[in-house]
């Protein structure tokens, strides 16, 4: 099987910053896009960024300029670095990943993680 763990998640000042971290593990042949998205309480869940396997980003409006996606690809890891951080950024944030697998044969799976809580509140 293959699973996304994240970490990094806690509660943060207005204005704070926090590092966001998910690794993939498993029957993995390659992972294509990585990405984030965040559910706050009583809301849908929204896209905030995500990473090519070549690099290339994609932001929400919201978050352009404060946060900085990025990904290791030899560790199967992606982060989540979220600067001048505002009330309104508090969320479950979740990792996703288009990963293909081998277990037997190659299989394409979207795969989520557990999510980890960011709080922001003075």
């Avoid at 966001?20 to 896009?33: E, K, M, N, Q």
């Avoid at 998205?37 to 896209?47: D, F, I, N, P």
Wanted: with cysteine.
């Amino acid at each position: 099987q293959v699973q996304l763990v994240e970490s990094g998640g806690g509660l943060v000042q207005p204005g704070g910053s926090l590092r966001l971290s998910c690794a993939a593990s498993g029957s993995i042949f390659s992972i294509d896009a990585m990405g984030w998205y965040r559910q706050a309480l009583g809301k849908q869940r929204e896209l905030v960024a995500t990473v090519t396997v070549g690099g290339s980003t994609n932001y929400a409006d919201s978050v352009k300029d404060r946060f900085t996606i990025s990904r290791h690809n030899a560790k199967n890891t992606v982060y989540l670095q979220m600067n001048s951080l505002k009330p309104e950024d508090t969320a479950v944030y979740y990792c996703n990943a288009a990963i293909v697998v081998v277990s037997p044969g190659y299989r394409n799976l979207e795969v989520w993680g557990q999510g980890t809580l960011v709080t922001v509140s003075s």
